[in-house]
């Protein structure tokens, strides 16, 4: 059963009781990352997820991590493009215990100037270690591709010279400016009651709000471009992408299902095509990333180096086939199935619920009803498919990242074209 309150200082609450498990999972949620970072600051709202672990006025780093260790517990974090997330999964009787101690990160972290230096030293071993990960680094390049100046291209992790950079008066600012008040979401699943969580919440959070000026969001406008990056790599990594709908668009539905079709699985049409029927490449596939204003379809693969302008015109193709309407019933309907079930399997996991409580919140602000979802992934039509498809698979908007032994002369707009 789906709650939600808001307390005086404006966070919000949202809840959802499932009393047939053992297990309370709970997070705090910003909107907070890298779209609200500058190119001098890059990185300081990652740098601040490691800096809420490492101690506060009352508990060393040690006694964080040993708290929800000791009771069998898991406690993480992310950091996104839009999002933060401070997650806790604990069996139901430590759920005061949980939540006190994420007020007491929040509240009370210390950000001392030594454990500063120190994690920097961390996360600039994070960066290098992401850049020696080439099927992992392409998506960060093709990102500062794609999204050109706009601050959804920066890296969350930052850069070298950034993190590097990073004083403490820096940190405590971004920190003061965004994780208070109403940019605060608390979202929980599991066994527990509303109202008893509430009060919890509202001791351990409830403290008055400062006062938060926020950063204004500007909508990108995206532009076709190609770039290579000249790696020494047994494969060429490739990325290519477009614009698409937003989260909160009513095409995401239609645009999801043409992601299911061309590039979602291992019987998607990429798949099929140019690893199963021609063996170009090992891992081929399609994903699609929404943003609150605006949508990124992309489409990754690796191959060899003479394989890839050949792999690069048949991924053209296929978009093509789907520009102009090439569906068939079997196939629209299996794709939807498998949202379906992907859909209401996950929402089998505490952790899932509780993550959808908070995008819910933060897009919606409101619970989307199961039986919505799927209604609304039934209502996509083949017709509404080829329309998404043509939008989004224009050559003018279409951009391309190229990482491995490659030169920037061997790679054009043209391509995008083929």
């Known amino acids: 059963m789906y709650h939600k309150a808001v307390l005086d200082n404006g966070i919000r609450i949202v809840t959802e009781e499932i009393n047939h498990v053992r297990s309370v999972s709970l997070g705090v949620w910003v909107q907070s990352g890298s779209r609200y970072e500058t190119s001098a600051n890059n990185g300081v709202a990652h740098f601040i997820e490691h800096m809420l672990f490492k101690g506060t006025e009352a508990r060393s780093a040690f006694d964080i991590a040993a708290a929800i260790d000791s009771v069998g517990g898991i406690m993480n974090a992310f950091t996104g493009k839009e999002?933060?997330?401070?997650?806790?999964?604990?069996?139901?009787?430590?759920?005061?215990?949980?939540?006190?101690?994420?007020?007491?990160?929040?509240?009370?972290?210390?950000?001392?100037?030594?454990?500063?230096?120190?994690e920097k030293s961390v996360v600039l071993q994070e960066i290098n270690m992401l850049e020696d990960t080439p099927d992992e680094y392409i998506h960060d390049f093709f990102g500062q591709v794609f999204w050109n100046a706009h601050p959804l291209g920066l890296p969350i992790l930052g850069t070298t010279n950034t993190v590097t950079a990073l004083h403490r008066q820096d940190i405590v600012d971004f920190f003061a400016e965004r994780y208070s008040g109403d940019n605060l979401i608390i979202t929980a699943a599991g066994n527990l009651r509303h109202d008893a969580f509430v009060e919890t919440v509202d001791r351990a959070f409830g403290l008055p709000a400062k006062k938060r000026e926020?950063?204004?969001?500007?909508?990108?406008?995206?532009?076709?471009?190609?770039?290579?990056?000249?790696?020494?790599?047994?494969?060429?990594?490739?990325?290519?992408?477009?614009?698409?709908?937003?989260?909160?668009?009513?095409?995401?539905?239609?645009?999801?299902l043409v992601n299911t079709i061309l590039g979602g699985g291992m019987s998607s049409r990429l798949f099929?095509?140019?690893?199963?029927?021609?063996?170009?490449?090992?891992?081929?596939?399609?994903?699609?990333?929404?943003?609150?204003?605006?949508?990124?379809?992309?489409?990754?693969?690796?191959?060899?180096?003479?394989?890839?302008?050949?792999?690069?015109?048949?991924?053209?193709?296929?978009?093509?086939?789907?520009?102009?309407?090439?569906?068939?019933?079997?196939?629209i309907e299996s794709a939807k199935e498998q949202m379906k079930g992907n859909f209401l399997l996950s929402m089998e996991s505490t952790d899932v619920r509780m993550t959808r409580l908070a995008k819910n919140e933060i897009y919606f602000s409101r619970d989307i009803p199961f039986d919505e979802v799927v209604d609304n992934i039934d209502a996509v039509t083949a017709d509404d498919a080829r329309t998404i498809a043509c939008d989004m698979f224009r050559s003018d908007l279409m951009s391309m990242a190229v990482m491995g032994r490659v030169k920037q002369e061997d790679y054009s707009a043209n391509l995008l074209r083929s």
Request: with cysteine; hydrophobic share 40%.
């Open 83 to 118: 999002l933060t997330s401070f997650y806790v999964k604990i069996p139901d009787y430590y759920c005061k215990m949980a939540v006190d101690l994420l007020s007491d990160i929040f509240h009370h972290s210390c950000f001392n100037p030594e454990d500063i230096e120190k």
């Open 214 to 256: 926020g950063s204004p969001v500007v909508t990108p406008i995206v532009t076709s471009n190609v770039a290579v990056l000249a790696r020494s790599l047994e494969q060429v990594h490739v990325v290519m992408g477009t614009p698409a709908p937003s989260v909160t668009s009513k095409e995401r539905y239609g645009a999801f």
């Open 272 to 331: 099929q095509e140019i690893r199963e029927k021609r063996g170009l490449a090992y891992s081929i596939h399609s994903f699609l990333v929404p943003f609150k204003d605006i949508g990124m379809f992309c489409i990754y693969f690796g191959a060899g180096e003479k394989n890839v302008h050949h792999v690069i015109t048949l991924v053209m193709n296929e978009l093509r086939k789907l520009c102009d309407g090439r569906f068939n019933n079997a196939e």
